[in-house]
């Protein structure tokens, strides 16, 4: 069996009068994500995840910041991008996990539904695909929500 792990990493700015996507889903809040595309840290952080690994390098490399075509856009179309480069160097996703750091608003609410979207995308079961929440209670950047953080693992076997 030849099978592989991911890890993958994301961060961004908090900020007014912008959206807050996170999983795929518009959450509301009074603060939103700040990126080149819609700032979905999550998905992010799975993106990089499944291409690291795949040795397939990280997501700036393939959809970098710079890019007008990349500008605002859709972060499930990026997952949906790197499955298939995933998948066309012959690797099927067994899990994901990952962990939203951020102080509010909650996501616990909102995780069904995200765990729908990411695996729809992936083509796996939802139980496949663990989200958590936390909150940096208050401390640093995180904690006086100034920024938002992703991790993601993810196992990946060979077809």
Sequence with gaps: MNIRIGYGVDVHQLAENYPLWIGGLKIESDLGAVGHS???????AICD??????????IGFHFSD????????????LLKEVYNKVNEK???VINIDSTVILEKPKLNPHIPAMQRAIAEILKIEEDAVSIKATTHEKVDSF???????AYAACLLEKK
């Design 38 to 44: 819609d700032a979905d840290v999550l998905l992010h």
């Design 49 to 58: 995840a499944l291409l690291g690994a795949a040795n397939l390098r990280d």
């Design 66 to 77: 710079t890019d007008p075509q990349f500008k605002g856009i859709d972060s499930k179309i």
């Design 90 to 92: 012959g690797y099927s």
């Design 143 to 149: 904690g006086e929500r100034r920024a938002i953080k």
